[in-house]
């Protein structure tokens, strides 16, 4: 698949994901009254998403200057957002970060504000909305034995 059919699908998805869990604040109803807030919902089989991040550093700078714009953005305070289950975190020599998290649909908007607000400068982004398919692609291996 190419990159901009993948770029494209995963645009697609996020935008069913921001419709699907009510993320538009002038319709969406309020919150039952023992609801738990979305910004404290817990990733469950209907409502998670993985979301793979690939932050590639700004090669022409080095390291201990992006960390000083990073520390002054206030990236590593708020990432990851507290509640969000870090699935992977690997550094990818020349490239910079991937990391993988798992979380609410509702949550995904949180997620990318917070990379906008303190890691861009330092990096540029990528982002990557997955689903967890091993169990299906276990099963079907399993079957075709």
């Given at each position: 698949?190419?990159?901009?059919?993948?770029?494209?699908?995963?645009?697609?998805?996020?935008?069913?994901?921001?419709?699907?869990?009510?993320?538009?604040?002038?319709?969406?109803?309020?919150?039952?009254?023992?609801?738990?807030?979305?910004?404290?919902?817990?990733?469950?089989?209907?409502?998670?998403?993985?979301?793979?991040?690939?932050?590639?550093?700004?090669?022409?700078?080095?390291?201990?200057?992006?960390?000083?714009?990073?520390?002054?953005?206030?990236?590593?305070?708020?990432?990851?957002?507290?509640?969000?289950?870090?699935?992977?975190?690997?550094v990818m020599m020349g490239i910079g970060q991937?990391?993988?998290?798992?979380?609410?649909?509702?949550?995904?908007?949180?997620?990318?504000?917070?990379?906008?607000?303190s890691a861009w400068g330092s990096y540029k982004?990528?982002?990557?909305?997955?689903?967890?398919?091993?169990?299906?692609?276990?099963?079907?291996?399993?079957k075709a034995q």
């Open positions: 698949m190419g990159r901009s059919m993948g770029l494209t699908m995963a645009i697609a998805l996020a935008g069913v994901l921001a419709l699907s869990s009510g993320a538009n604040a002038q319709t969406a109803a309020p919150p039952a009254e023992n609801a738990a807030p979305a910004e404290n919902a817990a990733p469950t089989a209907d409502n998670a998403v993985m979301l793979t991040i690939f932050l590639k550093h700004d090669q022409s700078r080095p390291l201990s200057e992006l960390n000083a714009q990073l520390g002054k953005q206030g990236y590593y305070k708020a990432f990851p957002p507290a509640g969000i289950e870090v699935v992977s975190w690997y991937v990391v993988t998290l798992r979380l609410p649909a509702s949550r995904l908007r949180e997620v990318n504000r917070i990379i906008e607000n982004t990528e982002f990557y909305p997955t689903y967890d398919y091993k169990a299906v692609g276990i099963a079907a291996h399993d």
